[in-house]
């Protein structure tokens, strides 16, 4: 399995511009800095689709689960974790790469990323 650390820069802006994030370009941790519960379900719908190619998927991937973890729990459905277990598993190069990013000490606490990744 390749190691996968971060998205790319060029993945980074491609996401920002599709959701007209806030980046402002200084974030030393995107995936995390721009993590949104309320979007989860927007992410997911262009995660699934097939205009993005696999660093924007990856990173979206990111965006997703960042998402997920740092959402309200009560706003997350089991629906939403259905679909994004659904999606990523199913892209086994984003999974793959998501998996080894998570695999370095986070996948040990996160809840909601252990139920779509394992």
């Not at 650390?5 to 806030?22: C, G, Q, S, V, Y």
């Not at 200084?26 to 721009?34: S, T, Y």
């Amino acid at each position: 399995m390749a190691t996968y650390k971060f998205p790319t820069p060029d993945a980074i802006k491609t996401i920002n511009a599709l959701f007209d994030l806030p980046a402002h370009g200084g974030e030393q941790d995107w995936e995390i800095e721009l993590a949104d519960g309320s979007r989860i379900a927007e992410f997911l719908t262009a995660l699934s689709g097939e205009s993005l190619d696999v660093e924007c998927r990856s990173a979206l991937a990111l965006l997703v689960l960042h998402s997920l973890t740092y959402a309200d729990p009560i706003d997350i459905t089991g629906k939403i974790v259905a679909a994004a277990r659904r999606i990523i598993r199913g892209d086994k190069e984003v999974y793959s790469r998501v998996l080894s990013y998570w695999s370095d000490g986070f996948l040990d606490h996160e809840e909601f990323v252990c139920s779509v990744l394992r």
